[in-house]
Antibody, heavy 128, light 111 residues
Framework: QVQLVQSGAEVKKPGASVKVSCKASGYTFTSHFIHWVRQAPGQGLEWMAMINPSGGNTNYAQKFQGRVTMTTDASTSTVYMELSSLRSEDTAVYFC?????????????????????WGQGTLVTVSS | QSVLTQPPSVSGAPGQRLTISCTGS?????????VHWYQQVPGTAPKLLIF???NRPSGVPDRFSGSKSGTSASLAITGLQSEDEADYYCQSYDSSLSGSVFGGGTKLTVL
């Protein structure tokens, strides 16, 4: 069965960086994009970034460009999301999710992804 | 301020029918991009309820249905049950932002 297992909770100081992992299993790693979605305490869902594990192409939300980096390790079927220059507003639960029912033209979505499979979430707390 | 606008809260009695709206613009829903819907119980990951505007993944009860028209989409829930109490989010793609976007979420309360 498809599983996305994330790394554990992190506590970081303002200005630091955090790197969260998402290990995929139960399917061919390169067959689906992986996305990151975050949720601040008591707030809604916010899409951050995506990566195509087949080739490593990425797309980042404008809000996070320059601060977020997604990478993959195909040997372990793991996706990483690193967020730098952390501030208190980055305190949130970070989810990885697999894109499904989608079609990517190479430059934009023809059918945007739906997220069937989610990781369990990783709480990142930014505090001095 | 979310790109997709949802009512902050809705409520209904058990057995009733209610709808949750999701209003976008010409760069997202109005451009023809699919809308997906999620249910989230606090403290857990979201669960996909509807994909591609109207389709239910296997295992989702047929009490849940989706529709889309123009720059808006709606999620309808019939035969409301206490277990439906959760937060609901719509999601689509925005060509101006070049990324996926979510609605602000709607808290459903079963009276």
């Amino acid at each position: 069965q498809v599983q996305l297992v994330q790394s554990g909770a992190e506590v970081k100081k303002p200005g630091a960086s955090v790197k969260v992992s998402c290990k995929a299993s139960g399917y061919t790693f390169t067959s689906h994009f992986i996305h990151w979605v975050r949720q601040a305490p008591g707030q809604g869902l916010e899409w951050m970034a995506m990566i195509n594990p087949s080739g490593g192409n990425t797309n980042y939300a404008q809000k996070f460009q320059g601060r977020v980096t997604m990478t993959t390790d195909a040997s372990t079927s793991t996706v990483y999301m690193e967020l730098s220059s952390l501030r208190s507003e980055d305190t949130a639960v970070y989810f990885c999710a697999r894109g499904d029912y989608d079609f990517w033209s190479g430059s934009h979505w023809v059918n945007p992804p739906a997220f069937v499979y989610w990781g369990q979430g990783t709480l990142v707390t930014v505090s001095s | 301020q979310s790109v997709l606008t949802q009512p902050p809260s809705v409520s209904g009695a058990p057995g009733q029918r209610l709808t949750i709206s999701c209003t976008g613009s010409s760069s997202n829903i109005g451009a023809g991009y699919d809308v997906h819907w999620y249910q989230q119980v606090p403290g857990t990951a979201p669960k996909l309820l509807i994909f591609g505007n109207t389709n239910r993944p296997s295992g989702v009860p047929d009490r849940f249905s989706g529709s889309k028209s123009g720059t808006s989409a709606s999620l309808a829930i019939t035969g409301l049950q206490s277990e439906d109490e959760a937060d609901y989010y719509c999601q689509s793609y925005d060509s101006s932002l070049s990324g996926s976007v979510f609605g602000g979420g709607t808290k459903l309360t079963v009276l």
